[in-house]
């Protein structure tokens, strides 16, 4: 197959990539960082294709993605994303909140509305989103982060609606925790000690319990959509309810 991953610089998505790549298929994997795209490309040879854009920068996005064949694409991975801060709404950042939604969903619409055509022209194909447990249960300071994943979430099932009569299929995958990778580093923007914290003493999930996912989604028969899939550490419940007394 024929399959591209947004934000394959990091976290999940170099996951992903490497996993599909030693497993025989050939990936695209998009991201801002050049030297992170050329060091992929050096381990993975031929079959990964590094395709060097911000999918924030929509030019840049249609430029070059307009300069592969996108007819050959099978498989189209959301991965790009990214949580900042966890204060409570009254005193988040505003552009912490424009980034979250520039990337988890201008960014993923972007892509999407460029690839999918093909996908429907040729009657084949299957988008797999990565959103979050953070877009269906509330928790302390994830506004705007689970309100992005909220939209990944019912956009997937919106686009499911549009693409009834054809064999393009669409997953939404919705991870919690997930360790071992930077996304709590640029959550808390470089501090280490608080990024730390979250995973103490926690078996948390790792980015190929992710992959793992993805792949079977992936090789799932053409006939089967899997409409979402939410997955979270044993150790992790969504239980949640909260409730304040004599405020
Ligand atoms: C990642 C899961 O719980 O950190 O989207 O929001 S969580």
Request: proline fraction near 3%; include cysteine.
């Amino acid at each position: 197959m024929h399959i591209i991953v947004t934000g394959a610089t990091a976290g999940l998505g170099e996951q992903i990539a490497r996993d599909f790549v030693v497993a025989g298929h050939t990936v695209y994997g998009t991201g801002r960082r050049l030297d992170k795209l050329n060091a992929l490309k050096a381990e993975l040879g031929e079959h990964f294709i590094p395709l060097h854009f911000d999918v924030c920068d929509t030019k840049a996005m249609s430029e070059v993605l307009g300069g592969i064949d996108l007819t050959k694409i099978d498989v189209l991975i959301n991965n790009a994303g990214l949580a900042l801060g966890l204060e409570p709404a009254h005193l988040a950042d505003i552009q912490d909140w424009q980034t979250m939604i520039d990337v988890n969903i201008k960014g993923l619409v972007g892509v999407t509305h460029l690839v999918l055509p093909y996908m429907v022209a040729n009657n084949h194909g299957l988008i797999i989103n990565i959103g979050s447990t953070a877009g269906n249960h509330p928790y302390f300071g994830a506004n705007v982060y689970g309100a992005s994943k909220a939209f990944v979430k019912q956009f997937s099932n919106n686009l499911r609606a549009d693409l009834i009569n054809t064999r393009v299929r669409v997953t939404n995958i919705e991870p919690g925790m997930c360790g071992g990778t930077q996304f709590s580093q640029v959550r808390f923007k470089g501090d280490n000690t608080k990024a730390a914290a979250v995973y103490e003493g926690v078996e948390y999930l790792t980015a190929s319990d992710i992959s793992n996912t993805v792949q079977w989604v992936a090789s799932q028969p053409w006939h089967v959509n899997i409409n979402a899939i939410e997955l979270m550490p044993t150790a992790q419940t969504y239980a949640g309810l909260a409730v304040a007394r004599d405020i």
